[in-house]
């Protein structure tokens, strides 16, 4: 059976590592969130899907084929980030989150 993983924050740092670790395995299908296609490593089993997280309307149809794994690696750099993880990130996790919880095909946990 094949997983079906969201990566949020995939053109990060951590998110790039997260996409390498994942790229060519056949039982992993990982979209990846981007804001301009092309800035992500480039695999059969990885779907660039450019979003604007500010808009409330892209969630639902994000999470329409089901998820498996939602792995969140915005802001994850704090150095880089500064104090804009509080005020601009964090609402994005939650949500993210929200968005997953009705499309998950099992049990959801959160795990920060």
């Not at 924050?9 to 590592?17: I, L, P, S």
């Not at 060519?24 to 660039?48: A, F, M, Q, W, Y």
């Not at 980030?81 to 601009?88: H, P, Q, T």
């Amino acid at each position: 059976m094949t997983r079906q993983v969201v990566i949020a924050g995939g053109t990060g740092e951590v998110g790039k590592r997260l996409l390498a670790l994942m790229a060519d395995r056949p039982d992993l299908s990982v979209r990846t969130l981007v804001r301009k296609p092309g800035s992500t490593l480039v695999s059969p089993n990885i779907l660039e899907v450019p979003f604007d997280y500010e808009d409330a309307s892209a969630y639902g149809p994000l999470f329409a084929p089901p998820c498996d794994l939602l792995l969140i690696a915005l802001g994850t750099t704090r150095a880089k980030a500064g104090v804009a993880i509080n005020r601009l990130i964090a609402p994005l996790w939650l949500t993210l989150g929200r968005g997953l919880f009705p499309h998950s095909r099992g049990w959801w946990r959160w795990a920060p």
